[in-house]
């Protein structure tokens, strides 16, 4: 057990983290303007249990493998990049097919959730945040540091779930509110999909292992 003055330094300093907009921050806030709070909550679901795994691993020790590897760290960073400007890139062909709403037979809920896990399972960028935080709380004369960082990471996982859900809530309401008029929905909707792109090339052309 993570004793409870780490556990509270922990929660702290990940709440902190969660409040400043970040790359998972941004991929919620652009599907939630292109597609509306349902998809948003759906992506938020889905890029947190895409941390699970990732969580696991560090636990395990393989997130160390993957940061200390160039060509391995590299590959995972493009994929993710990768994805999310064809998710972009979707979002702006589709940005007037579902109107107001979002068109479950080419977005079902399994699909949002898999493509927001793919996301999340295929940032890089989380793996090296577990690698170098998660040890910092753990309590190493207690033993079992790889149960501890896994209490730490699904508390980080909950947390993140609880903080980038207002902000697809957000963004979904001003979606809403743009509602009225179609022609501004499609431009909202061509906007997040710039976002996701956006995002991908940030993701593609930084944070480089050397």
Known sequence: ??????????????????????????????????????????????NTLGMLPLIG??????????????????????????????LGVQAIRHRGASGAAIDVRTHPAWRLLLEGFTVGVSNPKTIAFFVAVLPQFVDYRAGALALQMLELGVVFAILALACDSVWALAAGTARAWFGSSPRRLSRLSATGGVMMIGLGGALALTGSKH
């Open 57 to 86: 691993a560090v636990a395990l020790g393989l997130g160390a493998i993957v940061t200390s590897s160039v060509i391995v760290f590299t590959t995972v960073k493009l994929v993710g990049a990768a994805y999310l400007v064809w």
């Open 1 to 46: 057990m993570i004793p409870a003055t780490n556990l509270l330094a922990f929660v702290l300093a990940s709440i902190i983290l969660l409040v400043m907009p970040g790359p998972s921050v941004l991929f919620v806030i652009g599907r939630s303007i292109a597609l509306g709070r349902k998809a948003g909550l759906l992506s938020v679901l889905g």
